[in-house]
T-cell receptor, first 114, second 112 residues
């Protein structure tokens, strides 16, 4: 099966600019996650979708971050305006239903805010 | 805050040796998973162990789980240069929302 697709692979922007990341999960995976991974740390959950509904966005900085998953398939994560501390790798993952399955991660988008 | 914490933070071994890393967590879990991340890449799922299991194997990987101590270990036997990566443990607290909480990871370097 095809993996989780993410784009762009890299992005460099100036602070206060906006940026958007795109994710296409594995076909049939109802659950989609966005994680932020700062250099040297483990991934931190930003938002979890089940189909096109939000399950958990408690860790999403909603004053500047937004995410949507229209039609329950691909998803977009946006940052507006970006801050220096948003420099990180943004990882998208999806999961098939059932108790015994892990996540499948995309390769991530490396964001540098200068 | 992160649920799991790996130990050691970094590990350097010779090719052919075994590598062991540990993970401790704070609250009761539904399952615990281990992931590998090569530099600049996404994470790859290695193994999942449920809270009622004590040991699982997958190829050269062996995972143990001690729920009384809230800890897990990952053993990589006969390491290869290609095993050089960061390894993360991640916990699922409840089955109904299935969110993974990651530790900070162990960086493993396998010297040829």
């Amino acid at each position: 099966e095809a993996g989780v697709a993410q784009s762009p692979r890299y992005k460099i922007i100036e602070k206060r600019q906006s940026v958007a990341f795109w994710c296409n999960p594995i076909s049939g995976h109802a659950t989609l996650y966005w994680y932020q991974q700062i250099l040297g740390q483990g991934p931190k959950l930003l938002i979890q979708f089940q189909n096109n509904g939000v399950v958990d966005d408690s860790q999403l900085p909603k004053d500047r971050f937004s995410a949507e998953r229209l039609k329950g398939v691909d998803s977009t994560l946006k940052i507006q305006p970006a801050k220096l501390e948003d420099s990180a790798v943004y990882l998208c993952a999806s999961r098939r239903a059932g108790q015994n399955y892990g996540y499948t991660f995309g390769s991530g988008t490396r964001l540098t805010v200068v | 805050s992160q649920q799991g914490e790996e130990d050691p933070q970094a590990l350097s071994i010779q090719e052919g040796e075994n590598a062991t890393m540990n993970c401790s967590y704070k609250t009761s879990i539904n399952n615990l998973q281990w992931y590998r991340q090569n530099s600049g890449r996404g994470l790859v799922h290695l193994i999942l162990i449920r809270s009622n299991e004590r040991e699982k194997h997958s190829g050269r990987l062996r995972v143990t789980l001690d729920t009384s101590k809230k800890s897990s270990s990952l053993l990589i036997t006969a390491s290869r240069a290609a095993d050089t990566a960061s390894y993360f443990c991640a916990t699922v607290l409840r089955s109904n929302d299935y969110k993974l909480s990651f530790g900070a990871g162990t960086t493993v370097t396998v010297r040829a």
